[in-house]
């Protein structure tokens, strides 16, 4: 196992919907390189995404091991329903697949669950909610994270998921000021279901939200994605 060192670089990869982004990390968890993206293959197939992520790690300087958030649920490295990825994600091993590519060391989690690490503080109940192609979600007890949600596809409003009315296809599709207010809603909603201490928003529409939050919800910077892949190698 690799141990915990100022020396040793992590490769923090964000799979995203529409994006594949990647950073490298020193051992306290700072940025090291610029930010790399390119978009996700529109049949993002496992095998698609990986030849597009191989492209992007090869322009990358050397690294230690690799931390990856992915847009679904994931256990023990195995990815599982990825609703805004091709179908063949579903049991697909992740870990080993980048093991294979860079022969290094791979975690991989909830990517809703990578940015939280990077923004939470531990203290009392915390909810992440980011937002983007679709809607991820991670909460945590005094900064342990409960449990692999998918409240994107729970029922909101009019028998649609809160997926089908915040995703990125509906802000297009009904524009950001009817998005802003059905997001004003569903943080009310949040609120008294999880009787959080914080809500934090991210995601690449975090900075798309154009009303005043309440005193305990705050916009996370969306490279938080990357930033808390370093969290995943903290035993």
Same mark, same amino acid.
């Given at each position: 196992?690799?141990t915990?060192s100022h020396?040793i670089r992590?490769l923090?990869?964000?799979?995203?919907?529409?994006?594949l982004k990647?950073?490298i990390?020193d051992?306290?968890?700072h940025?090291?390189?610029?930010r790399s993206?390119?978009?996700?293959?529109k049949?993002g197939t496992?095998?698609?995404v990986?030849?597009?992520?191989a492209?992007?790690?090869?322009?990358q300087?050397?690294?230690?091991r690799v931390?990856?958030g992915?847009p679904?649920v994931?256990?023990?490295?195995v990815?599982?329903k *990825?609703?805004?990825? /091709?179908?063949?994600? /579903?049991g697909? +091993?992740?870990a080993?697949a980048?093991e294979?590519?860079t022969?290094?060391?791979?975690r991989v *989690?909830? /990517?809703?669950d990578v940015?939280?690490?990077?923004?939470?503080d531990g203290?009392g109940v915390?909810?992440?909610?980011?937002l983007?192609t679709g809607?991820?979600?991670?909460?945590?007890?005094?900064?342990?994270?409960v449990?692999n949600?998918?409240?994107?596809?729970?029922p909101?409003?009019?028998?649609r998921?809160?997926?089908?009315?915040?995703?990125n296809?509906?802000m297009k599709?009904?524009g950001k000021e009817?998005? +802003?207010?059905?997001?004003e809603k569903?943080?009310?909603?949040?609120?008294?279901?999880?009787?959080y201490?914080?809500l934090?928003?991210g995601g690449g529409?975090a900075?798309k939200v *154009?009303f005043?939050?309440p005193?305990?919800?705050?916009?996370?910077?969306?490279?938080?994605g990357?930033?808390?892949?370093? *969290?995943?190698w903290r035993?």
């Open positions: 196992m690799v915990e020396d992590t923090a990869i964000d799979i995203g919907g529409s994006g990647m950073i990390l051992g306290e968890g940025p090291i390189t610029e993206r390119e978009p996700t293959p049949k496992p095998e698609k990986l030849g597009v992520l492209e992007q790690i090869a322009g300087e050397a690294f230690d931390s990856v992915f679904g994931v256990v023990d490295g990815a599982h *990825a609703v805004n990825l /091709d179908p063949g994600w /579903d697909f +091993n992740v080993k980048l294979d590519l022969g290094k060391p791979v *989690a909830n /990517d809703a940015q939280g690490l990077g923004v939470i203290q915390e909810l992440v909610i980011t983007g809607i991820g979600t991670a909460l945590y007890a005094d900064g342990h994270s449990a949600l998918e409240l994107g596809h729970h909101f409003s009019k028998d998921t809160y997926e089908e009315c915040l995703g296809a509906a599709k009904v009817k998005w +802003n207010r059905r997001l569903a943080i009310v909603i949040w609120d008294r279901v999880f009787n201490r914080m934090y928003l529409n900075r *154009a005043k939050l005193s305990n919800v705050q916009k996370v910077p969306n490279i938080a990357l930033l808390g892949g370093i *969290a995943l035993d």
